[in-house]
C-alpha cells in the first residue's frame, strides 16, 4: 500500500513537474513573440518618423493639379511603397503581441498583450489613412476634388488619435499591474 501512495505521489509531482515545464515553455515562448513584437514596433516607428509629415510642400497654388502630380510622382510612389513597409511591420507585430496572448496563461498579461496588439492595430490604420492621403493626391482630377478626400482623411485620423489616447491610457493602467511586463 505504501508502494502504491508513494507511485501516486511521484506521478503526481511528475505531473505538477511537467505542467510547470509546460507554462515555463509557453511563457518562454510568449516572451520571443513580445520581443519580436518590439522590435517591429521600434522599427515602424523609426520608419513613421523619416516619413514626410504631409504633402503640402507638394502644393504649388500656380500649378494645376496635373502639373504638381507630375513633378513629384516619383516621390508620391515611393512613399506609397514606404507606407506599404509601415503598414506590414505593424501589422506583424500586432500578431506577435496576438500570439503572446495566446501562450500566456495569466490574464492580466494576456489584457495587456491584447492592448498593445489593438495599439498597433491603430497605427495600422493610421498609417493606411496616410497612405490614402498620398494615393489621392496622385487620383485626384483636381485641387477640390483633393482638398474633400484631404478633409475626410482628417477626421479619420483625429478619431484615429483618440483611439490611440484612449488605448494608451488602457496600457498604461495595465502596465502598473505589471510590473515585470516586456514593454
Excluded at 511528475?14 to 507554462?23: E, P, R
Excluded at 507606407?83 to 492580466?108: C, H, M, P, Y
Aim: charged share 30%; proline share 1%.
Amino acid at each position: 500500500m505504501k508502494n502504491n501512495l508513494n507511485l501516486i505521489l511521484l506521478a503526481v509531482l511528475t505531473m505538477v513537474l511537467f505542467a510547470s515545464a509546460c507554462g515555463d515553455k509557453n511563457a518562454a515562448e510568449a516572451n520571443k513573440f513580445v520581443e519580436s513584437a518590439n522590435k517591429k514596433t521600434q522599427e515602424a516607428k523609426e520608419m513613421v518618423d523619416k516619413m514626410p509629415k504631409n504633402i503640402g510642400q507638394w502644393i504649388d497654388d500656380t500649378k494645376d493639379i496635373a502639373e504638381s502630380q507630375k513633378a513629384h510622382e516619383a516621390e508620391a510612389k515611393e512613399t506609397l511603397k514606404k507606407w506599404d513597409k509601415i503598414i506590414e511591420t505593424e501589422k506583424s507585430a500586432a500578431g506577435d503581441f496576438r500570439e503572446a496572448v495566446k501562450l500566456n496563461s495569466d490574464q492580466t498579461y494576456k489584457n495587456y498583450y491584447e492592448a498593445l496588439a489593438k495599439q498597433m492595430d491603430i497605427q495600422v490604420e493610421k498609417g493606411n489613412t496616410n497612405k490614402s492621403v498620398f494615393q489621392s493626391f496622385l487620383d485626384s482630377s483636381d485641387w477640390d476634388a483633393f482638398g474633400e478626400k484631404a478633409g475626410s482623411f482628417k477626421a479619420k485620423m483625429q478619431d484615429l488619435q483618440k483611439q490611440d489616447a484612449d488605448n494608451a491610457a488602457q496600457i498604461t493602467k495595465l502596465e502598473t499591474s505589471l510590473p515585470n511586463a516586456k514593454k
